[in-house]
């Protein structure tokens, strides 16, 4: 009798031990990250018949429980995913932000800067020193596109580099992953959860999806992960490494996947990476900062060549043809590692019309007689079938024919603001004077006035006859001869207003002739004050020459977009944090630890506890007096 009394006053002080260490262990890991409340859950002993009648034995404690929400762990893994991928990209683009944002020294200032001093030049065209202040502002605005440039690309290689620390975690993570798993199946055999390593794996889940994003599947107490394109990185206690490399297609991309030892990366889609850091550096590092170089150097490319196709055409200080403002940018092309022919074949590339230049890179892929060319910014396709091809101000051309299946690359513009720099060497070699002037005849009678005194369109070669002197006569006020290199034209119609066009320049004249009256047309010469190429160089800030805009509004586009992106991903940071702190507090309020619960728990448990103790001590205290009873008799 008093041995079932003791079996049952122990069973129970088992039991409340178990529970107050629970209870104390949650109190304990209150602060713990990934730390899952416990409960102990108990059950009644097998009762035991007694004259027909069934009596208690006591309680059992049947387990020792995680707390935990499968899905709510599911949605927190979703949600810290998309906020490390915010993360990131609104760190990675406010360093693009914080570039454009200096209106004082920044590139913009330096384009307007130079453009200013061109501009003191045109009321100076002899001035020595005014000349070198224009050659100097030409070199701070090259030096600034150089630096940008430059700044991006350094900006493009640390996000490598993260690229590289954050594969490194995830491999960590997925090895640690494996060994989990297997201590967990050791752990399970013997039919009771191991609830701390089950929150060791639930966290380091979590710890990965910081890096990417992935989804899990259980099989047999295991976890598989995958991640968005179906890879799997583990597999029981199976991992496969995630790797970096170079994108054979393209070999100015990074791609990202897992392979084999020895076999090819199979990339993971940025666009598509189900969220993490490596996500967003894989897109900051292949779209974003192409995106922006491509932008400034599409800048650089149409500036220098429109301002080298003007200064060609005038005259320096020297008396001498203009030679190229700044260095020309040349386009660059490249072919994919998979060519059958990629050590032979070649694709060759050319400016044709910098004006149509789109601030974007392309790929050329050729199939069976085809070529379809693919600008990358937006995805719009150009078929053709014949070479040379010219598209959005390239002419396209191979020296040997390809093959199908062939990739290549193409960079318009996105070497042009590392390329750009200057090239005259003296403030005397800004040809700001035209080539030619010209002049009335000192003894003219007629209102003979000059109106305009320009350049015929160059042909690849200029004319050779450019500078030669010629003299226009006049026999009458509509008829007229053109004298030059010793020889006279034909009589000429003469019509105010109407371009007189002779050695590849177009002069107009206002006015009527008299008999006998002279224009002479000569070259500008050495010293002279003439500011006409000077007017011309200065209004090309004002033209339309970058795809419809002027330089000033292109620009302004540029750092408008990279604002305008850089708070878009601070929005959308703000949004994915507060999803996440919404999952992490439904998760924590099914699994964290509550110390006013827990508080009460313990309370409970230890009344639990007492009342076993007292039992025991009755039982005790029966015995004893049934023994004295029995010895009395």
């Known amino acids: 009798m008093t041995q079932g009394l003791l079996g049952i006053g122990a069973s129970a002080l088992d039991a409340a031990f178990t529970a107050l260490r629970t209870t104390g262990n949650n109190i304990a890991n209150v602060n713990t990250p990934g730390y899952s409340r416990e409960t102990t859950s108990f059950t009644p002993q097998i009762q035991t018949s007694l004259g027909g009648m069934y009596i208690g034995s006591g309680v059992a404690v049947s387990a020792v429980s995680r707390v ?19 993360d990131s990209t609104a760190q990675l683009t406010g360093q693009i932000n914080n570039l454009f944002s200096d209106t004082t020294t920044g590139l913009g200032a330096s384009i307007d800067g130079f453009f200013n001093q061109l501009q003191a030049l045109t009321a100076q065209p002899g001035n020595a020193a005014t000349r070198q202040t224009a050659l100097s502002a030409a070199q701070q605005m090259a030096g600034q596109f150089n630096n940008y440039d430059g700044q991006l690309q350094s900006m493009g290689q640390a ?3 993260q690229l590289g620390e954050q594969i490194q975690t995830v491999n960590t993570t997925v090895a640690q992953l494996a060994r989990l798993n297997d201590q967990i199946a050791l752990a399970t055999a013997g039919g009771q959860a191991p609830n701390s390593l089950l929150d060791q794996r639930n966290q380091d889940i979590l710890t990965l999806n910081q890096s990417i994003g992935v989804t899990t599947s259980t099989q047999g107490g295991a976890v598989n992960l995958y991640l968005a394109n179906g890879q799997p990185l583990l597999v029981g206690n199976q991992t496969y490494a995630l790797a970096m490399g170079q994108d054979p297609t393209n070999p100015q991309n990074i791609v990202v996947g897992t392979s084999a030892v020895g076999s090819t990366i199979v990339p993971l889609d940025p666009a598509a990476s189900n969220g993490g850091s490596i996500g967003a550096l894989l897109r900051f590092t292949n779209q974003t900062i192409p995106d922006v170089r491509n932008q400034i150097g599409r800048l650089a490319v149409t500036l220098s060549a429109q301002m080298n196709a003007l200064q060609v055409q005038g005259t320096d200080q020297n008396g001498a043809a203009g030679g190229n403002f700044f260095t020309t940018p040349a386009i660059g092309t490249s072919a994919a590692s998979t060519n059958s022919d990629a050590a032979t074949v070649t694709l060759s590339a050319s400016y044709s019309d910098v004006t149509q230049l789109q601030a974007s890179n392309y790929q050329l892929s050729v199939s069976g007689g085809g ?3 693919t600008r990358l910014s937006d995805g719009q396709q150009t078929t053709f079938t014949t070479l040379p091809k010219t598209v959005d101000g390239m002419t396209l051309n191979f020296a040997s024919p390809p093959a199908s299946g062939d990739i290549f690359n193409i960079q318009p513009v996105q070497n042009g603001a590392a390329q750009i720099g200057v090239a005259l060497s003296s403030g005397a070699q800004i040809a700001a004077a035209s080539p030619l002037q010209a002049t009335v005849g000192t003894g003219n009678l007629g209102s003979l006035a000059v109106a ?18 010629a003299t226009l006569n006049f026999s009458s006020p509509t008829q007229y001869t053109v004298t030059s290199g010793g020889t006279t034209s034909a009589v000429q ?20 002739p008299a008999a006998g009256d002279s224009v002479n047309v000569a070259a500008t010469g050495s010293g002279s004050g003439d500011n006409r190429n000077a007017v011309l160089l200065t209004q090309l800030q004002g033209q339309a020459i970058v795809a419809g805009s002027t330089l000033d509004q292109a620009y302004s586009s540029v750092v408008a977009g990279v604002g305008a992106t850089a ?48 039992t025991i001590s009755t039982a005790n205290s029966i015995f004893n007096s049934l023994l004295s009873a029995v010895n009395a008799a």
Do not use: C, H, K, M
């Open 68 to 86: 935990y929400s499968d899905f709510l762990g599911q949605q927190t893994n979703l949600a810290q995913g998309a906020a490390s991928q915010a």
């Open 159 to 161: 996000a490598q580099q």
């Open 371 to 373: 070529y379809t060319l």
């Open 452 to 469: 305009n005194l320009g350049l015929q369109p160059l042909p690849a070669n200029p004319n050779p006859s450019l500078l030669q002197p």
């Open 493 to 512: 119609t003469y019509t105010a207003g109407q371009p007189i066009n002779v050695n590849g320049w177009s002069l107009t004249l206002n006015g009527t």
């Open 567 to 614: 708070q878009t991903a601070l929005t959308e940071q703000s949004s994915r944090d507060a999803i996440l702190q919404n999952a992490t507090a439904a998760q924590s309020s099914v699994s964290g630890v509550n110390l006013n619960e827990e508080a009460a728990a313990l309370l409970q448990y230890q009344q639990q506890f007492q009342a076993a103790a007292q």
